[in-house]
T-cell receptor
Framework: ETGVTQTPRHLVMGMTNKKSLKCEQH?????MYWYKQSAKKPLELMFV???????ENNSVPSRFSPECPNSSHLFLHLHTLQPEDSALYLC??????????????FGPGTRLLVL | AQSVAQPEDQVNVAEGNPLTVKCTYS??????LFWYVQYPNRGLQFLLKYITGDNLVKGSYGFEAEFNKSQTSFHLKKPSALVSDSALYFCAVRDADNFNKFYFGSGTKLNVKP
């Protein structure tokens, strides 16, 4: 295991539902990320948090809302999603240091199906 | 802009044979390159990275990658493939101007046949 956990592992939701994905890292890292993985497409970076502050929003629709209450936890709140949002959502963390190029550690992902 | 390309959707190799998974990159500054592997129902796992130094980088599970600046390539290699190496492999480059951003390829599915 990489030290990054995600719950739930699988989620089926209707387009009118509201749900949340949770990510927790046990590595003491200071940066956390959300990625979307669709079949045969590059991983898409969605959001980045450094020291609990959002530093990157990669033009993600507002139906995805991230929350980072502390440096160990990251949430992705979902509402009024579309079927094309069905994908594997991956969380990652890393330890950012000045001038450093640090490796990201990924969780197992949440497989989301929007009906 | 930074990007990586993995020209092969799938690579098939027999167990015991050498394997190569290709990756080419495009960066505006120094390249910071990574390889990750993803097993079914799992997240991505780090294999190796190139920041600077020797062009041949050794990583986990016997994998290595060769950085070639003139060809802008960072191919993943292993001298003798195992059936357990069958997985999805991703090449990635980190944005030299924004360390928060990684750019991933679309992945290459490696099939190692016994």
């Amino acid at each position: 295991e990489t030290g990054v956990t995600q719950t739930p592992r699988h989620l089926v939701m209707g387009m009118t539902n509201k749900k949340s994905l949770k990510c927790e890292q046990h590595l003491g890292h200071n940066a956390m990320y959300w990625y979307k993985q669709s079949a045969k497409k590059p991983l898409e970076l969605m959001f980045v948090y450094n020291f609990k502050e959002q530093t990157e929003n990669n033009s993600v629709p507002s139906r995805f809302s991230p929350e980072c209450p502390n440096s160990s936890h990251l949430f992705l709140h979902l509402h009024t999603l579309q079927p094309e949002d069905s994908a594997l959502y991956l969380c990652a963390s890393s330890q950012e240091v000045a001038g450093g190029i640090e490796t990201q550690y990924f969780g197992p992902g949440t497989r989301l199906l929007v009906l | 802009a930074q990007s990586v390309a993995q020209p092969e959707d799938q690579v098939n190799v027999a167990e015991g044979n050498p394997l190569t998974v290709k990756c080419t990159y495009s960066v505006s500054g120094n390249p910071y390159l990574f390889w990750y592997v993803q097993y079914p129902n799992r997240g991505l796992q780090f294999l190796l990275k190139y920041i600077t130094g020797d062009n041949l980088v050794k990583g986990s599970y016997g994998f290595e990658a060769e950085f070639n600046k003139s060809q802008t390539s960072f191919h993943l290699k292993k001298p003798s493939a195992l059936v357990s190496d069958s997985a999805l492999y991703f090449c990635a480059v980190r944005d030299a101007d924004n360390f928060n951003k990684f750019y991933f390829g679309s992945g290459t599915k490696l099939n190692v046949k016994p």
